[in-house]
């Protein structure tokens, strides 16, 4: 069974820092490329970061570029996201989902979308 987990969100203060942890089972974690979104009330989901299988490259939103760090462990098939410099504009459900192979910018290419992890940025 495909499956991608998220865990590590959770409420922290401005300026803070989280990781977020994205679990994958099911399929070979070393062919697909895996991005990580999020969804803020009232808003559309939107691309946050994403690392491609074959060179491990990665690309960052603007908003976040410089704050956020991806990165995976293929050994141990998780995928984290390093968040630092949190803002109240981080806030929002934050979910991974799988692409084959490349980074892609259109969401409706990625798949096995995980149940969301919420992040909570709150003095």
């Known amino acids: 069974q495909v499956e991608l987990v998220e865990s590590g969100g959770g409420l922290v203060q401005p300026g803070g820092s989280l990781r977020l942890s994205c679990a994958a089972s099911?399929?070979?974690?070393?062919?697909?490329?895996i991005g990580w979104f999020r969804q803020a009330p009232g808003k559309e989901r939107e691309g946050v970061a994403c690392i491609s299988s074959s060179d491990g490259s990665a690309d960052y939103a603007d908003s976040v570029k410089g704050r956020f760090t991806i990165s995976r462990d293929k050994g141990r098939k998780m995928v984290y996201l390093q968040m630092n410099s949190l803002n109240s504009e981080d806030t929002a459900v934050y979910y991974c989902?799988?692409?084959?192979?490349?980074?892609?910018?259109?969401?409706?290419?990625?798949?096995?979308w995980g149940q969301g992890t919420q992040v909570t940025v709150s003095s």
């Open positions: 099911g399929f070979v974690l070393d062919y697909y490329a």
């Open positions: 989902a799988k692409t084959l192979s490349r980074c892609v910018k259109n969401l409706l290419e990625f798949g096995a």
